[in-house]
């Protein structure tokens, strides 16, 4: 039977008006407060920041890419070297993903977005070859060659990159499937689930944490049958994956009816959604982690958070920043965020200059460890809504 | 009278058996020791780099280009910022080259490779379109719009950047051309050396001082005249600048036969020059300050420094390195050279991580800084040549 000896997650207030709640989920890495936010270090790294940036921007925990690590340099390398920790140089809390979201959504440019419910139905995967009950092939996007991707071969990865907190494999279906065909994924990644609950089990020695995942697409009825699933079952946490629906509203909906029937005393973890509007609301739905590429990405197209502006962001490309000579957030208490002024962090854009990148992924990872922060401390004093109308006041 | 009076050049020591020294070099932005190392802020920035890192691994200067700053941002805009010590966060010593250089050798790919003696005749750098006794015309690369550069103009630009050491408008010739063009063009330097001098002096506040520029060629003869120049004319301190030859050789011949002449109480920097080896053969014949792209440069291409090395570098795309889990060099003490594995970096070089241009960067600059330290502490202790065979055993 699965214990997790190492791990804990506990409780420290629920709000008696919604399901949010803060807690601590201890990991052999250290303990984190929740709700907190996991920044993407896809390939082994956090896209142009170091270690000691994302210590510095005040990060608790980061997570890493199985399908990019199996692909390149292979998990062999990385527990030849020591462990996924070791080999960036992160020892903190870390989680890995399964390898499904990406197998099913990369192979084609839009898919991902399509999962997500975004754009139109997206072309045929060309580099997803087979879906089968014992896994899924694919053609390796580094070098073409095919491969494999089975529960048991999921986990056996997960346990050679060693992060903490590890997710079961499960099919993402993409939104615009029909929901006999997302019925049939969903009762297949429950089976999935199982013989990953397995081979976890075979090879357990309490230093790792598994999740289960929540799939059923935008369809109540199937999200709740597969919530009671990974109730049901020895996982650690539960994640809520897949395609949610095309509009705010529609996520909502679907999460407010369907995790409810998951563990209530389990840690929740929401796969690939993350910005600020999104942790107001599910925050207040029962989310307690959350991860996106986001942060980073946008700081790579010259476009910053920043608190109470509409629509989240500023993007630092814009000519109106030309003469501006405020920083971007001195709230945020590191030099990225105060010592440049945005006429300086512009110039840098436009002169193709790397340092933009850098400056603007410390400072948006630094505004949402801030806003996470903030988070954290308003649950306990009912004060979600009004932090939400300082960060933002305009939605 | 141009007397610099915040600014000093002291020699500490003189080594008696060559011509190596060590100094103290002050500045309104603080005081720096020589031999010293001055690190690219190209388009101000020091590409990959922020302030914080520079400070990390122990920099003590750094210079900005007056051609990209002029044509992007703009000199005004600058100015209107602050000054380039507050646009860019570096509030230590700086310096800005006059444009010559740039002007002379970006018009065409190859010219600053021919102008450094590398490689075959140039064709013709389309881009600059006049050079007369006024001043030299040209296209900028950002937005084709036709600018004159004169020595009044460099003047004026290097005023609004507000760096604390500027250098004369100068010619920069190839190292093809005859011996009357170049002797030609050696007088014309000194001409607008005079002309610098003058429009400087009409707006000195004494935050600024002004080196003059030893030109002519691989001719010992004419390089010795134009060190005369200088020597007799009110510039704070003496650059070696402009082709000096086609080998390691021909480079030291020049420099050995040239440089006596020139002024033996000011610092002497020389310009575009600073692998290791350079290092160690130019302090000994008086050279007081460095600057260099490669450190950065190098490191965009996966290249790193490192102590001991036949060539210098390594190349860390090199797949000898995947397996290897060594740091780059723990000496330098920060955790850019300690913290990662030859094959982390190895992976984010081809996994296409733009962390890998950070940590090398980093540590490519902590070890230039830690050789030129070594050399300071060197001269005094007649230790240049066992230090030297430590860093260069294979030379």
Known sequence: MLDYPEFSFEITHADPGSRARTGRLSTPHGTIETPNYIFCGTKAAIKGLSPAQMVEARTDIILSNTYHLMLQPGADLIAEMGGLHKFMGWDGPMLTDSGGFQVFSLGEGTMANEIKGKGKKATENKNLLKITEEGCTFRSYVDGRKITLTPES???????????????????????????????????????????????????????????????????????????????????????????????????????????????????????????????????????????????????????????????????????????????????????SSNFSKAYIHHLLKAGELLAVQIIAQHNVATINRLIREVRAAIPQNGLDALEKEWLPHR
Chains 1, 2 share one sequence.
């Open 154 to 336: 999921a986990m056996e990865i997960q346990r050679k990159l060693g992060a903490d907190l590890l997710m079961q494999f499960d099919e993402c279906t993409p939104y615009h499937v029909d929901k006999d065909y997302t019925a049939r994924s969903m009762e297949m990644s429950i089976r999935w689930g199982d013989r990953c609950l397995a081979e976890f089990a075979r090879h357990d020695d309490g230093r790792q944490a598994l999740y289960g995942i929540i799939q059923g697409g935008v369809h109540t009825d199937l999200r709740r049958i597969s919530a009671e699933y990974t109730k049901d079952r020895p996982f650690f946490g539960t994640a809520v994956g897949g395609c949610l629906g095309g509009s705010d509203e529609e996520m909502r909906a679907v999460v407010e009816g369907s995790l409810p029937y998951a563990h209530p005393m389990r840690p929740v973890h929401f796969l690939g959604i993350g910005r600020m509007k999104d942790v107001f609301t599910f925050v207040r739905l029962g989310v307690d982690t959350f991860d996106c590429v986001i942060p980073t990405r946008l700081a790579r197209h010259g476009t910053a958070f920043l608190k109470g502006t509409p629509g989240e962001t500023i993007n630092l490309n814009n000519a109106r920043y030309r003469h501006d000579d405020t920083p971007l957030d001195e709230g945020n208490g590191i030099p990225a």
